[in-house]
């Protein structure tokens, strides 16, 4: 089996850009989609990206996915960010076996 | 659009059976549409993966889980289950019934039930 790595935290100002990686262990970032969720506290995880890159309807434009096969990872940027994007993400994964998901980052907007 | 709602006890003591039922509203769990399946977290530490399971009954597991876990379709009620034996204190936490996009998070899951808190004390 794999493992995500993410950040264990990440902080910058309100208006800024931030970006969180998600680093594949082993096994192609590009051979599986990869999904990320934001999980404000006490509220049950919301999916922002899916298949990499895609967001749902509701999420704003801000949000937007990536992935880098030379650094075998994705990343979930945030643009313009307001407070409320204060929350904990977490990137997903799976291969024939398994659903993993990466040990989240918690995202202070301050 | 679907909308789940997790329920069972809130405290199961150790070496029992965590009993957990997802009731399922806005859809039939017997379309061929949907996987549906469970993710708990731990207090403060993220998400894992327990299972899931398709409308013909077939069954995925996370091979960390899978000596002790069954999940089950009760189509005549729209509800399916978790039943996760032995349990420990490390299964405490909060367990959430999810819609499966396309089967093993392959889509991500989507819709999340609110979740419920499980604790296992003696």
């Known amino acids: 089996n794999f493992m995500l790595t993410q950040p264990h935290s990440v902080s910058e100002s309100p208006g800024k850009t931030v970006t969180i990686s998600c680093t594949r262990s082993?096994?192609?970032?590009?051979?599986?989609?990869v999904q990320w969720y934001q999980q404000r506290p006490g509220s049950s995880p919301t999916t922002v990206i899916y298949?990499?890159?895609?967001?749902p309807s509701g999420v704003p434009d801000r949000f937007s996915g990536s992935i880098d096969s030379s650094s075998n990872s994705a990343s979930l940027t945030i643009s313009g960010l307001k407070t409320e994007d204060e929350a904990d993400y977490y990137c997903?994964?799976?291969?024939?076996?398994?659903?993993?998901f990466g040990g989240g980052t918690k995202l202070t907007v301050l | 659009q679907l909308q789940l709602q997790e329920s069972g006890p809130g405290l199961v003591k150790p070496s029992e059976t965590l009993s957990l039922t997802c009731t399922v509203s806005?859809?039939?769990?017997?379309?061929?549409?949907?996987?549906l399946g469970w993710i708990r977290q731990p207090p403060g530490k993220g998400l894992e993966w327990i299972g899931t399971?398709?409308?013909?009954?077939?069954?995925y597991y996370n091979p960390s889980l899978k000596s002790r876990v069954t999940i089950s379709l009760d189509t005549s009620k729209n509800q399916f289950s978790l039943k996760l034996s032995s349990v420990t204190a490390a299964d405490t936490a909060v367990y959430y019934c999810?819609?499966?996009?396309?089967?093993?998070?392959?889509?991500?899951?989507?819709?999340w039930g609110q979740g419920t808190r499980v604790t296992v004390s003696s």
């Open positions: 999810v819609g499966d996009m396309g089967g093993f998070g392959e889509l991500g899951f989507d819709p």
């Open positions: 806005g859809g039939s769990i017997s379309s061929s549409r949907y996987y």
């Open positions: 399971i398709y409308y013909s009954g077939s069954t």
């Open positions: 082993s096994g192609s970032i590009a051979s599986n989609y």
């Open positions: 298949e990499d890159n895609q967001r």
């Open positions: 997903q994964s799976y291969d024939s076996s398994s659903v993993v």
